[in-house]
């Protein structure tokens, strides 16, 4: 979450921070919205993105994990 932070909230793309929990984070901006949650399953983490108007975002975000 820490991540989802620095990249898309003010010190990154400067969406404001809607809603946080352990297991998902929310920003909204500029005409649109990035939505992230985790999941952790066994061995596996499960990382889900839904984008509006930071579909480019999005994906580089997920480059960097």
Request: net charge neutral; hydrophobic share 30%; proline share 2%.
């Amino acid at each position: 979450m820490d991540r989802a932070s620095k990249f898309f909230g003010k010190g990154g793309e400067g969406l404001e921070e809607k809603e946080r929990n352990p297991c998902c984070i929310s920003f909204e901006g500029g005409g649109g919205f990035v939505s992230i949650s985790i999941d952790d399953v066994k061995k596996h983490r499960i990382v889900d993105v839904e984008a509006r108007e930071f579909e480019y975002q999005a994906k580089q975000f997920l480059r960097k994990l």
